[in-house]
């Protein structure tokens, strides 16, 4: 049962904040970091997470809705779990084209996409600052 897995993953991953921001000096998890180690889980579970975008206009802005979906079983037993998130692409970002702002934004999204999905824990992240000394 698809639920029974998505318990297993939740309580065995472990997804190291692998990254650092030295600007802002702390570190946090990419996309990345979170789906190399859930990976594992994946292959030992039999399981399998796809991830997709979606452009949406709101107002005048541009989002990226990422969706996360767990799966498992077989045309007969197939069944799937989904999580979806936002992120707003920003007008502009110095140093980066237009594709990469897309990029990078999707990547956020995809990030707490599979963060709501997987119940990982983002309060000490970058998206919120550094923790309280």
């Given at each position: 049962m698809i639920t029974?897995?998505?318990?297993?993953?939740?309580?065995?991953?472990?997804?190291?904040?692998?990254?650092?921001?030295?600007?802002?000096?702390?570190?946090?998890?990419?996309?990345e970091d979170i789906l190399n180690?859930?990976?594992?889980?994946?292959?030992?579970?039999?399981?399998v997470v796809t991830l997709s975008d979606e452009m949406v206009q709101v107002g005048d802005r541009i989002y990226v809705k990422a969706t996360a979906t767990l799966s498992t079983g077989t045309s007969d037993t197939y069944d799937e779990i989904k999580v979806t998130a936002y992120a707003r692409e920003p007008f502009a970002r110095k140093g980066m084209d237009d594709a990469q702002v897309t990029g990078a934004t999707s990547s956020y999204a995809r990030k707490y996409a599979l963060s709501g999905l997987f119940a990982i824990d983002h309060t000490k992240d970058a998206d919120h600052g550094p923790p309280p000394q």
């Open positions: 029974e897995i998505l318990t297993q993953i939740q309580s065995r991953l472990v997804a190291p904040k692998g990254q650092r921001n030295t600007f802002g000096n702390y570190d946090y998890r990419s996309c180690a859930l990976k594992p889980l994946l292959a030992e579970l039999n399981a």
